[in-house]
DNA sequence: TAGATTGTTAATCGATTAACAATC
DNA sequence: TAGATTGTTAATCGATTAACAATC
């Protein structure tokens, strides 16, 4: 039996793509169950958490057996929505916007690319992954005509408000933003902001723990208040 | 006073980088002070949790001025390894690869992009943000004359595993993994994985919320056990 | 001074773990 | 059957919030 699945903690939902990831692996191979201590070992999470975890989405597990990776991976891609068929559009075709129009994830997770737009007259008309690059002046006009879920923003820094702006004005209700600067929305949109040099910040971090655990920072650092 | 800084809880490093992102956003501004209640608005976090998560770096704060965004930045820079050199290489330039390659936020986090691999013989010896190309069998022999901190990992899911174990073997002690694909590596090398489409699961999860809540989810699935 | 705002403590809240009965 | 492993409860652990004295 299903619980009320509205009521996941966001600490779970966050957890989602991580299994998802794995039973993606798992459902390759040859097995058919999985136990929560070997997705513990795949995952880092321990096998109690993943048992409470699974709880939440109905009783896939059997005794002696584990879970159904099948199953679980189904009811997973329902949780995340990927089951949804959903448009999205790409705001900016510079080097990462380009990357993200070839990017594979769309349609495993429901989500189709149908228009890509930017502002620069040299991009505009060229073809990137069998979509050609429209003037960023027929978004309004593409957004009346066409149905779309969701926008990724990959356009400079200095652009990123006013062309978010331009996507909530035309009715956009998601964006992914790949801008470096935070942006701001009304409540009823949901931004998503990928801070893609995240995993610069987390890999330094890490690296510097050996150095800051020899504590030269306070030397290093004179701004402290008297 | 600076406590100990290797204590500092991975949640709190995790707020790390949002609170950079916002500090470098005010430190444009003509503003020397800002106050945990304007963090807590700009950042979503609550006040009582900022002025809790501050105290841990020093005390910048200044009763009834706020903090002193200065200060609080350089801090955070060095919490966060930034201060220190470090020199990174891309393994993969692949499209996802070469917008990595044009990324401007390696210098401000100290970071130095110094070698681009790639398999593909078309790509080899093409300039990219100033970088040639170069070939991936050069890889070994590039490490073994070239301090490195770091690897960026680009390459198609299938080489995502074999080029890992190489890095490792050559000595490489970090990687940022865009792989899909979760990487093995010992317990003495650092991986950070970046799943690109996360963000897109997030998103896809948000707009799902209402319709789950109208609980379309159990009748979608026929795949329970008894 | 009066108002503002920190730094910190204690209280609360929520998440994780340990343990084990149930059962395949 | 005996061994394995779930699902769940209670105990623990950790993180967040509320509150307020200190003080600029």
Chains 1, 2 share one sequence.
Not at 30 to 54: M, P, Q
Request: glycine letters at 6%.
């Amino acid at each position: 039996m299903t619980k009320d699945l509205y009521s996941i903690p966001d600490i779970i939902m966050s957890r989602l793509p991580v299994y998802y990831q794995h039973l993606k692996k798992l459902k390759e191979s040859n097995k058919t169950y999985v136990s929560s201590e070997e997705l513990a070992k795949l995952t880092g999470f321990s096998s109690s958490l993943i048992r409470k975890d699974l709880s939440y989405f109905g009783t896939f597990g059997r005794k002696s057996y584990g879970y159904d990776i099948f199953c679980l991976f189904q009811q997973i891609r329902i949780i995340m929505g990927f089951n949804y068929n959903k448009k999205i559009i790409l705001i900016g075709a510079g080097h990462l916007g380009q990357a993200l129009a070839y990017n594979k994830g769309y349609i495993e997770r429901g989500y189709k690319l149908t228009a890509v737009f930017d502002k620069n007259p040299k991009l505009i008309g060229l073809v990137i992954n069998d979509l050609e690059i429209k003037s960023i002046s027929d978004l309004e006009n593409y957004l009346s005509e066409n149905k779309v879920d969701a926008a990724i923003l990959t356009v400079p820094e200095a652009a990123a408000q006013k062309t978010a702006d331009r996507l909530v004005a035309a009715g956009i209700k998601a964006i992914w933003s790949f801008a470096e600067v935070p942006i701001k929305v009304p409540a009823d949109v949901l931004v998503e902001e990928q801070l893609i040099n995240e995993g610069l910040c987390k890999l330094s971090v890490k690296m510097n723990q050996p150095r800051i655990n020899k504590s030269e920072v306070e030397e290093d650092f004179d701004c402290e208040q008297k």
